[in-house]
């Protein structure tokens, strides 16, 4: 059994994948006319269509082609590249500094081997008063090998790295721990059927509901829960 994107569609919390798309729309939407917005790591561009009204330019390595090692979660559609502008290693972009007015960075953090010297690098091609739009998962399966390098990042990393240069607009979570675990509850009958060649069975199937309807409860009672685990921060730093 191949792992690809769509063997966790059926998941009844796809619905963070979502939300986090949903967020970085609603800050792409606001943003004025005719600024100049580099998309780093846009793989195949998805949130170019939100951009008309913006100056839009996308960066990647064009190193993943959809497939990776064939371990793990992968793509499993092979990757057009076509469509970006500017391929190097985000560490080391070919573009003069402060000139961008936006920098969207979306799930792409935990694929790199230096987080940090690519955060630094965005910051010298930021104009100051620019923004910094990011996504990354708290705690992220292994997924796109071997392009995966980092599980993931809470809060305490934006409000280091973001310490000195940027003021924090937003920095919220998105998930819970409750919602969290029950996703990983969702993802026995994939894991198994993967990793022990076995089929789960109606007892199995029976105990995932059950648990997965407890944990639904309390999520919708949860306080805070999202300090210990939740699926990732959603990130909008100003540049002072």
């Known amino acids: ?5 769509n063997s966790f569609k059926f998941l009844k919390f796809w619905k963070e994948v979502e939300e986090r798309r ?21 793989g195949e561009c998805f949130y170019k269509q939100y951009c008309d009204h913006l100056e839009y330019v996308a960066q990647d390595f ?50 790199l081997p230096n987080p940090i010297a690519a955060i630094h690098e965005l910051d010298r091609i930021l104009k100051r008063g620019g923004k910094m739009i990011l996504t990354a998962p708290f705690a992220s399966a ?16 934006y409000e280091s790295i973001f310490a000195e240069k940027y003021k924090i607009e937003q920095l919220q979570p998105y998930g819970n721990w409750f919602e969290y675990t029950a996703l990983e509850v969702s993802m026995m009958k994939v894991a198994v059927e993967k990793y022990s060649e076995k089929k789960i069975n109606l007892w199995d199937k029976i105990l995932m509901g059950l648990l997965i309807l407890r944990l639904k409860k309390y999520s919708k009672i949860s306080k805070n829960s999202e300090n210990l685990r939740c699926f990732g921060y959603m990130c909008v730093a100003k540049k002072k």
């Open 142 to 157: 292994t997924h796109q090998s071997p392009f995966h390098f980092c599980t993931g990042f809470n809060k305490y990393f």
């Open 1 to 5: 059994m191949k792992l690809t994107i």
């Open 22 to 42: 949903a967020w970085t729309v609603q800050q792409l939407k606001s943003l004025p006319n005719g600024l100049k917005l580099l998309d780093t790591g846009a």
């Open 62 to 111: 064009c190193q993943y082609d959809g497939f990776g090692d064939g371990q793990s979660l992968q793509q499993g559609v092979l990757r057009n590249c076509s469509r970006i502008d500017i391929v190097s290693d985000i560490t080391n972009i070919p573009v003069a500094a402060s000139s961008f007015d936006v920098i969207l960075c979306t799930e792409v953090l935990e694929h």
